[in-house]
């Protein structure tokens, strides 16, 4: 069945360092999704990527999409404090089954 | 509009016990997701719904069943609770139409003693 993974599983920066978390999944997505959740909160909604080769940026946030459709980058440049948390992609595949990857927890030394 | 909301946030359960989990939406969303989230872990697929009436199996769909009977509501059933179901459960919506946001509702902690 459809499988997406992630990696690291952790990072630690010290703040104003870059941060990149990779995705990777077993069959061809129709969409990616990244998600953002705080400890003890629900995931937010950061973005979704439909095309293939597309490159969204949020600010400091740049998302990528590979050309095949099954691999995501979200880099984050000059971490913040407030960037902590942990950092989910979820692949989307055909009749909207959405699998999230296991996740990047993101600590950021001040 | 108060967006995803899910009812109760908190239940201690016994092993073999059985409780509903309800999930509404008030967004007019057509597909629904049912996600278990065990501690420093990701999200989990339980079930799924892609309208009313309609439910399909996700990742983990052993020991949960679920109803669509109206299309803002979704309910997690669990027949006879086990301690490995101990997790926080997200219900999630979405509406089909681009961007595919999933809106997450805050979640429900369950403990199976």
């Known amino acids: 069945g459809q499988q997406v993974m992630q990696i690291p599983q952790y990072q630690h920066v010290q703040e104003g360092e870059d941060f990149t978390t990779y995705c990777n999944s077993s069959?061809?997505?129709?969409?990616i999704q990244w998600y953002k959740q705080r400890p003890g909160g629900h995931p937010v909604f950061l973005i979704q990527?439909?095309?293939?080769?597309e490159v969204k940026k949020q600010k400091r946030l740049t998302f990528q999409f590979g050309e095949a459709k099954k691999n995501s980058s979200l880099h984050i440049t000059a971490t913040q404090t407030t960037d902590v948390g942990t950092y989910f992609c979820?692949?989307?595949?055909?009749?909207?089954?959405?699998?999230f990857g296991a996740g990047t927890r993101l600590f950021v030394k001040a | 509009n108060a967006g995803v909301t899910q009812t109760p946030k908190f239940r201690v359960l016994k092993t073999g016990q059985s409780m509903t989990l309800l999930c509404a939406q008030d967004?007019?969303?057509?597909?629904m997701y049912w996600y278990r989230q065990d501690p420093g872990m990701g999200l989990r697929l339980i079930h799924y719904?892609?309208?009313?009436?309609?439910?399909a199996k996700g990742e983990v769909p052993d020991g949960y069943n679920v109803s669509r009977l109206k299309k803002q509501n979704f309910l997690l059933g669990l027949e006879s609770a086990a301690p490995s179901q101990t997790s926080v459960y997200f219900c999630?919506?979405?509406?089909?139409?681009?961007?595919?946001?999933?809106?997450f509702g805050p979640g429900t902690r369950l403990t199976v003693l």
């Open positions: 979820a692949g989307v595949g055909g009749g909207f089954k959405t699998i």
């Open positions: 069959t061809t997505l129709s969409n």
């Open positions: 990527l439909v095309k293939s080769g």
């Open positions: 967004m007019n969303h057509e597909y």
């Open positions: 719904s892609v309208g009313e009436g309609t439910t």
């Open positions: 999630a919506s979405i509406s089909g139409v681009l961007p595919d946001t999933q809106y």
